[in-house]
């Protein structure tokens, strides 16, 4: 982490995402194209005129499909629970304006490469950078998509707890994290990632657990070290919690971490070995997801966490059910898309 980006603002760290330039190489080279070497016999039998002419049409392409895009996503923070199955992939797009970028982040991978299509569809087919990858606990069904988005998209911030377990899975996260020229941050309280910009202010991701820096301990099983954040968009708040089971609910209602949030993403894909009742009280969401896959083997959700949700009279939206969850937040307001 380099020092100019992190000031120490009293009680808290703050780490800035530096902007994305839009017209840098990052943007508009697919990393894969950055690996191929111009093939010479094909530049060779084609004729100048008509190179040049494929690459002006190819500019015109993407700028118009640049006018598109940002056409479209101006003035909301986008938060969308993608359907990946068994697994948590989360995706945050921050408002931008004109050509003037906004961030991407990607929190988990879920269990597979169907985070690509996903991420194909949100994002235009030129941008192959994302500002911020966050890895909540690196089990499967939330490292092994980020393994395939490490491999194809440039990632230049990746937020994580420093954990390590011995599975092959892991061993490629070490290998293509040290690979990507990414800046690595590790997760503890007390770290704020701000993600204003011109814009759009007051907006942030603070975590709120792990308590202490787990870098380089080594466990077994992880669900007890997942980061737990809450994103802030304006007036309204997003809890995610990883798979933290109930005794780090317990642990976070002690320390008085500010939780009460409007849209809940509930622990551990709705199992009954989270969101215990006081934990659910406390955080009060009008909006609680879960991100379970279709009849898995796991029974997620477990009857038990959706009858405490709706005695909260919570709108409980499930990716098995519905596919991908999607709400726009405007700063004051939450829409459901
Ligand atoms: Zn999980």
């Not at 697919?30 to 005129?49: D, E, F, Q, T, V």
């Not at 991420?119 to 909540?136: A, C, K, Q, S, Y």
Request: glycine fraction near 8%; charged fraction near 25%; include cysteine.
């Amino acid at each position: 982490m380099r020092n100019q980006d992190v000031q120490d603002y009293g009680e808290s760290l703050i780490f800035r995402i530096q902007q994305e330039n839009r017209w840098n190489g990052g943007f508009f080279v697919p990393k894969i194209l950055l690996r191929i070497r111009l093939n010479n016999s094909i530049m060779g039998r084609m004729r100048r005129p008509v190179f040049l002419i494929l690459v002006i049409l190819s500019g015109l392409n993407i700028f118009a499909w640049s006018i598109v895009h940002d056409a479209s996503n101006s003035d909301s923070l986008e938060v969308i629970f993608f359907d990946v199955g068994q697994g948590d992939a989360i995706f945050i797009q921050t408002p931008h304006q004109g050509l003037g970028g906004g961030h991407q982040i990607l929190i988990d991978g879920g269990p597979d490469s169907a985070v690509l299509e996903k991420l194909g569809r949100e994002m235009p087919f030129w941008d192959r950078t994302i500002d911020l990858i966050v890895l909540t606990h690196p089990e499967h069904d939330h490292i092994a998509g980020l393994l395939e988005v490490l491999k194809r998209y440039e990632v230049k911030n990746i937020l994580w707890t420093g954990v390590v377990r011995d599975t092959a899975e892991f061993r490629e996260w070490e290998k293509l994290t040290a690979e990507e020229e990414a800046e690595i941050i590790i997760a503890k309280s007390l770290l704020r990632i701000d993600l204003n910009n011109s814009s759009f202010s007051n907006s942030y991701i603070d975590v709120l657990y792990p308590f202490e820096d787990l870098s380089g301990q080594e466990i077994k099983k992880t669900n007890n070290t997942s980061l737990v954040a809450k994103l802030v968009c304006g007036e309204k708040s997003f809890l995610l919690t990883g798979d933290i089971e109930k005794s780090v609910e317990k642990e976070l209602l002690e320390s008085g971490a500010d939780i009460d949030s409007d849209v809940l993403k509930v622990a551990h894909h709705g199992s009954k070995t989270s969101s215990v009742e006081e934990f659910v009280e406390k955080v009060s969401p009008e909006i609680a997801v879960i991100s379970a896959g279709k009849q898995n083997a796991f029974g997620h959700p477990h009857p038990e966490t959706l009858e405490t949700l709706s005695k909260y009279g919570i709108n409980v939206l499930r990716t098995d059910e519905l596919g991908d969850v999607k709400i726009l937040c405007d700063s004051r307001s939450l829409k459901l898309r």
